[in-house]
């Protein structure tokens, strides 16, 4: 697997592309910046989503078990899995009893957290992604690039050329209507032939039992309607302690993601109808021990409304591939290494801590301060190559002897090939596409004894 | 009042020039400077790298030179930022103070004898504006401000020009650079061809450290566009 610097230079290969990829997000941000400044109380809402999900957060236990009671009270099953392993297990043996070998399924970042598709896969059962971009990137057996947009990566020539050859489109057709209608008639058919249905949750109401599923395409509606069996994943981080607090949050969600004032369903789901079985399944997945770790909690706030990704200048032109996880931008390369540090010791680091992310999320999680933190937690734990770690040892013992860099300073300005960014001579990565700065005659300090003293 | 100038490491050898104007300017404006001569690095770079556990000699050598001021001054946000956020010495934190907003926020510039018959392209850098909230930012629904342009509009002849996008980053990143260095070049030219559409002469900010990577690659591209600290201008004159 390519590491993020890896795949982003390998993405990056292809400039036009990198441009259009850059300014597509740009734009989506230039329209969450216009809908949040039609609001005069955004600051404030941001504030208060991020408190609520703060006390959220420090009373989590007891709001599991009123959401657990309420629901089951309201005639919903619910289901508790401690990973992902064991949410597909329930997910599978429910799907088991109904005999049944196809679903349907919207968008849902825990089961791609869970690679639920290719566990069903696996055991022989036919999973339908239903959000248009999903759908694309199933075809091409490929995972989405980001949260939001599942197929941003893809220009619509690639989405032509993946409906002609799975569901038959013309060749070289790329009309963006002509291939939604045909998307269309195709998943129509798929929502008729299921009998289960999966959906993601967005918001779960402790007070009410009730949880809330916003789509733009009507896909989850569509499923979960259809079908004799309901079931809804989500992560234990999902519930919010009142229904009233979802004018929070329904307010910030679609202006953050799209710049929409709202999403286009945001359904609410209560009870099963008549006939029909709901199921919940709640996982945990490496969630308590994230919240365990006081730096890094509030990661637990994030409504996956993706703004960080289309505002990151980092993300925008590396593409979420780069990223090697299913939740790529900078909320990725926070929660990444909660499940895997070795793995994922890349991540942290691909940022240039710019602050962007943290400015535009609407929960204000402080995603840039805990990219920093990570660097120390892997560092720390000796995730570095050896080479990076004797840089930094030689700088850090450099800087804190002043006669030492005076008299590394002091022959041709050779500190700067100590600088930890300019170290690796010969194949210096600085030199590839920058010059050098021209070193001067005298230093600063050079210059202040001749002058001044 | 006593001020110490704190000269970051890179400016001191590479950048000395933004050093001078930045003592010249605060002499004009009748703070009494001081050197402190052993002076090297915050311990940015390691602490951004991963390694802030051991920059304890850095700074134990920064208390060192720059303990018993009124207010230490140097020409880098991010350096600034680093000292505020992580140097151990509660008073080191509370008088450290970024060039511009030392002059705007303590000295109170109402006027300066300065003149740039220039066009300059504004770059905000990111933890001088974002962190240490040198200006407003683009992503936030707050009231426009700007410390750098408030200065540069008492620079006679000085006009200055934000990019399309006012406050993406430049893409040094400290090792970020190097490391990423794909995406870094990228995010540099991408700023800088911005820049370019509107005909600047320079590319100008309060980070020397953007600033030598901008360099770095117009150098590279042979362009005629150079780079100025922001002290280099509010210190120029006829
Ligand atoms: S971290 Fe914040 S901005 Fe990023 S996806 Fe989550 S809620 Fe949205």
Redesign the pocket.
Known sequence: MLNHAEASEKFITNQERTDWHDDTLWFVRSKRDKASKLLPEWEALREQASQIKEHMLSNLPQYLLEFEAKAQANGIQVHWAKDAHEHNEIVYSIIQKHGDKALVKSKSMLTEECHLNAYLEQKGIDVVDTDLGERIVQFRKEVPSH?VLPAIHLKKEDVGETFHQHLGTPKGNKDPQFLTEAARIHLREKFLGAKVAITGVNFAVAETGEFVVCTNEGNADMGAHLSDVHIACMGIEKIIPKRQDLGVFLRLLAR?ATGQLITTYSSHFAKPRAGQEMHIVLVDNGRSRQLARDEFRNSL?????????NTCPVYRRSGGHSYHQPVA???GSILAPNFDKKANVDLPFASTLCGS?SN????K?N?HEQLWFWRQDLMKEGLAPAGKVLGMKLMAWMMSNPSVFRLAGGIGRKVMSWFPFLVNNGMNPWFKQREMPAPPKQSFQEWYKSNRS | MRVALFVPCYIDQFYPQVAIASLELLEKLGCEVSVPKNQTCCGQPMANSGFAHITSGCDTNFSANFSGYDYIVGPSGSCVLHLKEHHPDAKIRASVFEICEFLVDVLKVKSLPSYFPHKIGLHQSCHGQRGLRISSMTELNEKPFSKLTYLLDLVKGCEWKYPERQDECCGFGGTFCVTEEAVSVKMGQDRIQEHQANEVEFIVGADTSCLMHMEGILKRSASNVGVKHIVEILNAHA
Do not use: T
């Open positions: 949260i953050s706030k994030c409504i996956r409304c993706a703004a960080c990704f931008g900078p909320i992310c535009v999320c609407p929960v999680i995603i």
